[in-house]
């Protein structure tokens, strides 16, 4: 079994059916996903999607590209909704997005620095998007888990090497996506060797960025199978290693997810 760690249920992309999408995944062998909150005012619509399948499970959080919406809500909120909610299982997605200049760089530091909060306050595990960012992220996350660990993960990876080591040494899981699967993607695929297998995840980002199997389609969690496979190869290791090594992970990460 595989768990797509992060994709986006509640987009507009699946509204008409939601109910195959989530059957399709079962049938690849998908049977558990984390569809990840972008703005926190719309938590509602990822507990009402998690309310419908017990296999679906979501995070509380504002993107980096959504932060100024949401600069008044405090840590304490992100907290109190997280512990409120079972099927809450993660924080974010929060982080640093410079490839898209929407938003200031002030702002999204700010909201990253109340999820890392929230998190370390929670324990639950700090979903990261972090974009055309690494000096700042990696500055910032060994100046936080100097004033207390708390359990993260570098989201849909694609940046530096310097990056995935930092993230590593300090405690962190990197979660591939269908990037690594891209033939343009060596480089990444190279920086996935050489991370521990204790800290790897897998995901799918859907609507976004379908493996290279399904390539321009839109993307959705089953198709998290292409980008474990591909991640078996880069490592050497059989498809069923690969699977249980992610899920175990994905289990130790999301430390509140039961498994269904
Ligand atoms: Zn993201
Ligand atoms: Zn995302």
């Not at 768990?3 to 109910?19: G, N, P, Q, Y």
């Not at 840590?75 to 299982?89: D, G, M, P, Q, T």
């Not at 999820?115 to 990696?138: C, F, G, N, Y």
């Not at 500055?139 to 694609?158: D, M, N, R, Y």
């Amino acid at each position: 079994m595989l768990i797509d760690t992060h994709c986006h249920l509640d987009f507009a992309d699946f509204e008409a059916e939601r109910d195959e999408i989530v059957r399709r995944a079962h049938d690849a062998g998908v049977k558990q996903m984390v569809t990840i909150s972008t703005r926190v005012r719309k938590l509602d619509t990822l507990l009402a999607i998690t309310g419908k399948y017990p296999s679906v499970f979501c995070s509380v959080g504002t993107h980096p590209n959504n932060a100024d919406e949401e600069l008044d809500i405090p840590a304490e909120e992100l907290i109190r909704l997280a512990n409120a909610h079972e099927k809450v299982v993660a924080i974010g997605e929060a982080g640093l997005d410079y490839f898209y200049d929407t938003q200031k760089p002030e702002d999204q530091k700010t909201g990253l620095l109340r999820h890392i909060e929230a998190a370390r306050e929670t324990k639950l595990p700090l979903v990261i998007h972090s974009r055309s960012a690494d000096e700042d992220m990696a500055a910032i996350l060994t100046e936080e888990t100097g004033k207390g660990a708390f359990p993260f993960i570098l989201h849909c990876f694609s940046a530096g090497a310097d990056l995935a080591r930092t993230g590593v040494e300090l405690g962190g899981y990197i979660s591939f996506s269908g990037i690594l699967t891209f033939p343009k993607s060596q480089e990444l695929r190279d920086i996935a060797a050489t991370i521990p297998h204790d800290r790897l995840l897998v995901e799918t980002d859907a609507p976004y960025l379908a493996p290279k199997r399904w390539r321009g389609k839109r993307n959705e969690p089953s198709y998290v199978v292409n980008t474990a496979e591909v991640l078996a190869e880069t490592l050497g290791l059989s498809y069923a290693e690969m699977a249980a090594i992610t899920t175990d992970n994905a289990f130790r990460c999301f430390s509140k997810m039961p498994r269904i």
